[in-house]
């Protein structure tokens, strides 16, 4: 077993979505979306530079709230921000995680690629807390979307 | 209801490998199929004692065993405690196919949705 080889610091995905990529690019980028699919709230300016959080669980009530900082907006092909470093802090490699959107267009439909990077230069604390929040994700709605027939999910770069 | 974490996660394992030092050690161990503080050291920019403060390091989270050699030991890679180490993180790469899942679903809707309102 070669650990190089096996680079977990990074994260690789994709699927395809039966939308066109302005369709799919709303979902990935806009708050009012990204709340749909993973935290609670989502507050930011989907513009390039532009900072703001996302909250996990009641804002005032043992929330955990993470800065957010969106990198690169070009639609409808990527979208891209930064994300878990310290409030006051600005997002750099090296205090956050990276995560990257990146849309081709494919028969009727989008192909869809995340990344998410940073591990390894965060110390591995962060995929901790990532794990806490598997919980949040993986409740009722887990298995009901794996039965879309032409649902594809691609094996991560091993 | 969590239905995908199979164990908890290990803080200690996890601040073990997230040292670059202590990574580039695992490497060198895995290539080599083991070492001793000595000849680790000669392959690493730091001293033979930050070697051997690094291999304890791994040694208490059980990322290496040691077997006395000489006045040295000499340690090599635990690779049932190393996978596990890299399950953990598999399970953060489970999480976002979660949140793919769900990107695909609500963009799908989003855009039968627009489809039935073109054709009424």
């Known amino acids: 077993m070669e650990l190089e080889a096996k680079e977990f610091g990074t994260i690789e995905r994709e699927i395809y979505v039966e939308a066109p990529p ?3 690019f709303d979902v990935v980028s806009s708050p009012d979306h990204l709340k749909e699919w993973w935290p609670d709230d989502a507050r930011y300016d989907p513009t390039p530079g532009s900072t703001g959080e996302i909250v996990f669980g009641e804002r005032d009530a043992d929330g955990t709230v993470m800065q957010f900082t969106v990198v690169d907006v070009r639609p409808p092909r990527t979208f891209s921000f930064r994300w878990t470093h310290p409030a006051g802090e600005a997002a750099a490699a090296g205090n956050s995680l990276l ?3 990146e849309l081709t267009p494919s028969g009727g439909g989008t192909l869809l690629r ?4 940073g591990f390894r230069e965060m110390g591995w604390e962060v995929a901790v807390l990532e794990q806490q929040y598997q919980d949040h994700v993986t409740g009722w709605d887990f298995y009901l979307p794996r039965l879309a027939p032409c ?3 691609l094996e991560a770069r091993a | 209801m969590s239905t995908a974490v199979a164990e908890p996660v290990d803080d200690d394992l996890w601040s073990a490998i997230g040292d670059p030092t202590r990574r580039r050690l695992l490497d060198l161990l895995l290539a080599e199929g083991g070492g001793t503080a000595t000849t680790l050291g000669r392959q690493l920019p730091v001293t033979r004692q930050a070697v ?8 208490r989270v059980g990322l290496v065993r040691a077997t006395p050699e000489g006045r040295e030991r000499r340690y090599r890679v635990d690779e049932a405690q190393l996978a596990r180490a890299v399950a953990q993180l598999s399970s953060v ?3 976002w196919d979660t949140r793919l899942q769900r990107i695909k679903r609500i963009a799908e809707t989003i855009q039968r949705t627009q489809q039935d309102r073109q054709q009424h």
């Open chain 2, 93 to 95: 790469g489970s999480a």
């Open chain 1, 22 to 24: 302005e369709v799919v």
């Open chain 2, 52 to 59: 051997a403060k690094h291999l304890g390091i791994l040694d």
């Open chain 1, 114 to 117: 995340m990344t998410e990077s």
């Open chain 1, 151 to 153: 649902a594809e999910k």
């Open chain 1, 99 to 101: 995560v990257t959107f």
